[in-house]
């Protein structure tokens, strides 16, 4: 079941403490609108009622998707006890295979549920990401060099015709920008994953994000 709480959050413009709803836990299958509200952002904005600021509620939550086994810990601090971690996870193997997962901000989150409701593996995909960038920067060499330190994040699947291809965006000059991927650039990351399995984290509640790609490509 989601599980609601009420915290006290300071207006970001001015300073009036607020009292509002935080999520500790969001279950898709009993409440499938709070899926949507997450999707769209709208889940963690809350707004003031003494100036109408609109604020970024910064708080740990515990997605599940029953219907596709995924669990997703979004921990802005920090980790959790590792006695809690396997708690949960031995939850989740009495209910079948899951899908364990940790990010640390609202955004991530977001781009993990994008990324598993498309079908897609997010191991292949961050390979996919590393890729991509090295190819860009091996065809425009020191122009392109910045770009291997933005952040690109999944943003859909796109098909026109016999074309299939991701949609990754990114941020530049202060808007988001848009890069098309050939799909068989994915395929091939899903290959690189097959032949190194060892490469897959063996902890709990991994984090498969830039940080986790640095580790394994040297």
């Not at 086994?69 to 971690?85: H, K, N, T, V």
């Not at 098309?180 to 990351?189: A, H, I, K, M, P």
């Not at 399995?197 to 580790?215: H, S």
Request: hydrophobic share 40%; aromatic share 8%; with cysteine.
């Amino acid at each position: 079941m989601s599980i609601t709480a009420e915290a006290i959050a300071p207006c970001s413009k001015c300073g009036t403490q607020n009292r509002i709803t935080v999520y500790r836990s969001i279950n898709t299958s009993e409440n499938p609108e709070l899926k949507d509200r997450l999707k769209n952002g709208s889940l963690f904005i809350w707004e003031c009622p003494h100036c109408g600021q609109k604020n970024l509620a910064k708080y740990e939550t515990l997605y599940h998707d029953p219907a596709s086994r995924l669990m997703i810990w979004l921990l802005p601090e920090g980790d959790l006890p590792e006695s809690q971690m396997q708690a949960i996870a031995n939850h989740t193997k009495a209910m079948g295979d899951y899908v364990l997962r940790r990010v640390k901000d609202t955004g991530a989150l977001i781009e993990k549920i994008l990324i598993f409701d498309a079908g897609l593996d997010d191991m292949a995909l961050e390979i996919c990401k590393y890729v991509t960038k090295m190819e860009l920067v091996s065809k425009n060499g020191p122009a392109a060099e910045s770009i291997a330190g933005v952040p690109f994040h999944f943003h859909r699947i796109e098909e026109t015709g016999e074309t299939k291809h991701i949609v990754f965006i990114y941020p530049s000059d202060g808007r988001m920008m848009s890069l098309n991927v050939g799909f068989n650039v994915y395929e091939d990351s899903l290959g690189i994953l097959s032949r190194n399995p060892d490469i897959a984290p063996k902890g709990l509640f991994p984090k498969i994000d830039q940080e986790w790609i640095a580790t394994i490509i040297k």
